[in-house]
């Protein structure tokens, strides 16, 4: 039989953990009880991302910062260890719902102090997460000033009742799939904090190049949401494709709160015949990617925001 999954598009407000963990476990218990097992809450939820005016972002000392960015915070506070409290929270909610919770937050590595862009995956058994992952491309300009990129997806796979998944995030898209290729996913969990044309974005040109480099999994994407209409492009828009780019439930357009609950096959009811990615068509469009490099290369000048919007 399908399974239920659910798509949370919800604001956060930046430093307070506390308000956005109560929001998001609000929308956690609607989609359980629409029938949701697997649940995605967007990119960095638990600890905000950007500030809703696009001006405030998160900054530790000595890091570059875009021109942009007239006011910021040092995450540092906020940051929690991969088993720190959201983490458990959400892992006892999952418990009591019976459901699987993707818990995207701004991680601390206690060893060596560096700050990650996050993602835990939390289960109906409760207890410690089942996997995890470390962005592996934050998007340069506004995560440049504080995250440190990770560089595979050890950790990141876990074998549901329902199939494969694995774990991504936002900007990941444009390099991510490769490293899953041989991994035989069922489905990509994908929190995002989208900034540019949604609707350009996630209902016209990605699905094509999906299509075109033979994507053979599902991507769950959870976008987020602002409170107010925004003065800007990128909220909303939260989508399910199958196999190949095929867009099998979305949000609608627009910056709202929103829960996104439908209904996709599990691995065993996939049809045959999907193939492989095509990594040939893969690795050129990571190419023609801009900002997919900017972390492997020691002498980058700095990126403008406008450009960075129209990549993203």
């Given at each position: ?47 905000g991302y950007l500030g809703e005016d696009l001006k405030t972002n998160w900054h530790l ?252």
């Amino acid at each position: 039989m399908p399974v239920k999954v659910a798509l949370v598009q919800s604001p956060s407000v930046l430093g307070d953990v506390q308000t956005n963990v109560s929001r998001l476990e609000r929308q956690c218990r609607l989609a359980a009880a629409g029938g949701a097992k697997i649940i995605i809450l967007p990119e960095t939820s638990v600890t905000g991302y950007l500030g809703e005016d696009l001006k405030t972002n998160w900054h530790l000392p000595g890091r570059p910062l875009g021109h942009q960015y007239t006011s910021t915070i040092d995450p540092r506070p906020y940051a929690e260890e991969m088993d720190g409290p959201s983490v458990a929270h959400f892992s006892a909610l999952a418990a009591e719902l019976g459901c699987y919770i993707t818990v995207p937050f701004i991680e601390i590595d206690a060893a060596t102090q560096c700050l990650y862009n996050a993602l835990s995956l939390v289960s109906p058994a409760g207890g410690a997460a089942v996997a995890h992952y470390r962005k592996n491309c934050p998007w340069p300009d506004p995560e440049r000033s504080w995250a440190t990129p990770a560089n595979d997806v050890n950790g990141a796979c876990h074998d549901t009742p329902y199939g494969r998944v694995g774990l991504a995030i936002c900007f990941d898209i444009h390099t991510i799939l490769a490293k899953y290729a041989e991994h035989d996913l069922w489905a990509l969990l994908y929190p995002i904090a989208w900034v540019g044309d949604t609707d350009l974005w996630f209902r016209k040109l990605l699905p094509h190049k999906l299509h075109g480099v033979n994507c053979p999994h599902y991507i769950l994407g959870a976008n987020w949401a602002t409170r107010a209409p925004p003065a800007w492009d990128g909220a909303g828009s939260s989508i399910v494709y199958g196999p190949r780019g095929e867009v099998l439930a979305a949000a609608p357009s627009g910056w709202q709160e929103h829960l996104v609950l439908t209904e996709v096959p599990t691995q065993g009811e996939m049809a045959p015949g999907l193939g492989r990615l095509d990594l040939a068509a893969y690795s050129a469009w990571t190419a023609d990617q801009s900002g997919t490099t900017y972390w492997h290369t020691d002498n980058v000048g700095p990126l403008s925001f406008a450009h960075d919007m129209r990549i993203m």
